[in-house]
């Protein structure tokens, strides 16, 4: 699970690099790439009729 995560998070080109200085910095990135992830996932359409 956890190297699903880290692939999910390396689809967000900000997280490829660490451009960042301060660690809060990049912790901050990667809380909005989550976030974001999230957000797209329950924002898609639901398939109906499944059991």
């Not at 956890?2 to 912790?27: G, H, I, Q, V």
Request: hydrophobic content about 45%; glycine content about 4%.
């Amino acid at each position: 699970m956890a190297e699903r995560t880290f692939a999910w998070l390396m689809n967000s080109r900000r997280l490829a690099r660490s451009y960042e200085a301060l660690p809060a910095t990049s912790e901050a990135m990667i809380r909005w790439s989550m976030v974001t992830q999230m957000g797209q996932r329950l924002a898609r359409p639901r398939i109906t009729g499944r059991h």
